[in-house]
């Protein structure tokens, strides 16, 4: 086989085209801290990447739904430790008034004070966060008491958020289990209490010492059904984190340059690019043309 000089040129030039090539790979490994820049560099690293990211943003996601979760339960564990705070109070009232030492007079300044603690818990019951009414169910929009207390209708339906895939935790509480239905409420029993005091029935205010204890119940059960909740919230949160560390960390190795093998790669690639042009530059000697005049 015959090689000629511009065999030769070509040769050299095709190979300094691919040693350029190789230092603007490394280059841009190097500027952008990424193994690849485009899949076409490497399709297995590419594909790899997108699941790597994808799991990772669906992990991203379900924290930031854990986080309304909590917004949910924190709003409603707060609400019910200040209507468990008034109605205790309610109770101390009725204990203090089913004192034989007290008369009509004095039963009206507690029947006062009683009804004030009635209205703060419509208010609990009606408490809304971010828009939202929380102890009405899914009807998030409505106030469940705009009216009568004492016929007040909760939605009881649940509010279900997935905090995990294929796990959804009930993010409200059931109002009834913890203010009543239409026909047995938490109002209506304070207004029992209120109209005992008002005819100074002595036999009925204590009566209503023990249908406030029964409510009172009610909001503690209610409340450590919660806790239940909130605790296998944070068991959650806690996967999830651990899960985000090893996608982050598997999206990363498989991504992220390795710099010091990148920089190596640089340092070598620029050694041999300049051989190659070291030897380039003999192998294209003057011809016996470049003599021709």
């Known amino acids: 086989m015959r090689v000629t000089q511009s065999m030769l040129s070509n040769n050299m030039l095709k190979n300094l085209s691919n040693s350029y090539s190789n230092l603007g790979k490394y280059m841009d490994q190097l500027s952008t801290g990424k193994k690849i820049n485009k899949p076409s560099d490497d399709p297995v690293i590419a594909m790899k990447g997108m699941n790597y990211r994808s799991q990772l943003i669906e992990v991203e996601q379900f924290l930031r739904n854990t986080n309304e979760v909590h917004n949910w339960m924190d709003n409603s564990d707060a609400a019910l430790d200040k209507a468990t705070q008034a109605v205790q109070k309610l109770r101390e009232l009725a204990v203090q008034a089913s004192s034989d030492t007290y008369g009509p007079e004095e039963?009206?300044?507690?029947?006062?004070?009683?009804?004030?603690?009635?209205?703060?818990?419509?208010?609990?019951?009606n408490t809304k966060v971010n828009g939202k009414y929380i102890f009405n169910g899914s009807a998030t929009n409505q106030a469940p008491i705009n009216g009568d207390a004492n016929d007040?209708?909760?939605?009881?339906?649940?509010?279900?958020?997935?905090?995990?895939?294929?796990?959804?935790?009930?993010?409200?509480?059931?109002?009834?289990?913890?203010?009543?239905?239409?026909?047995?409420?938490?109002?209506?029993?304070?207004?029992?209490?209120?109209?005992?005091?008002?005819?100074?029935?002595?036999?009925?205010?204590?009566?209503?010492?023990?249908?406030?204890?029964?409510n009172i119940n009610n909001i503690i059960n209610a409340r450590a059904d919660l806790g239940a909740r909130m605790n296998r919230l944070e068991l959650v949160e806690n996967r999830l984190a651990e899960q985000e560390v090893i996608a982050t960390k598997m999206m990363s190795e498989n991504e992220d340059v390795d710099y010091e093998e990148a920089i190596t790669n640089l340092i070598t690639q620029e050694s041999v690019h300049r051989a190659a042009l070291s030897a380039g530059s003999r192998i294209i000697q003057p011809t016996l043309l470049d003599f021709l005049r």
């Open 152 to 214: 007040v209708e909760f939605n009881t339906e649940i509010v279900n958020i997935e905090v995990a895939n294929g796990t959804k935790l009930q993010a409200n509480i059931n109002p009834e289990k913890v203010f009543g239905n239409t026909d047995d409420n938490i109002f209506q029993d304070i207004d029992g209490f209120i109209n005992a005091l008002e005819n100074n029935d002595q036999e009925a205010i204590e009566q209503s010492i023990e249908t406030l204890d029964s």
């Open 107 to 125: 039963r009206k300044n507690i029947m006062e004070e009683a009804e004030q603690l009635k209205e703060h818990l419509i208010e609990i019951a």
